[in-house]
């Protein structure tokens, strides 16, 4: 039988720093950044704005909380 080594392939610098921090330091630097950005955008919906910008501004929102959702799960 064959011995076959499974590869991960790398796609972006930011999957390589995860997958080398060790101490946790680089996620959790990652997840304060975008958690602020979450934070900018809750309060620019907040302030009120048009519908139009609402939409956009919910829509970052929501992919800004998916990003740190992957990053909390990435192994």
């Known amino acids: ?3 076959v080594k499974k590869e991960r392939v790398i796609m972006v ?6 997958i080398d ?6 996620r959790r630097g990652l997840l304060d950044k975008l958690r602020g950005y979450e934070g900018d955008m809750s309060r620019l919906i907040g302030a009120g704005v048009s ?3 609402f ?21």
Not at 13 to 18: F, K, S, T
Not at 57 to 72: H, N, P, T
């Open 13 to 18: 610098d930011m999957e390589q720093n995860l």
């Open 55 to 75: 939409a956009v501004y919910e829509k970052v929102r929501k992919a800004i909380k998916q990003a740190c959702y992957v990053i909390e799960k990435f192994r």
């Open 1 to 3: 039988m064959m011995n």
């Open 51 to 53: 519908s139009d910008k």
């Open 21 to 26: 921090d060790k101490s946790g330091q680089y």
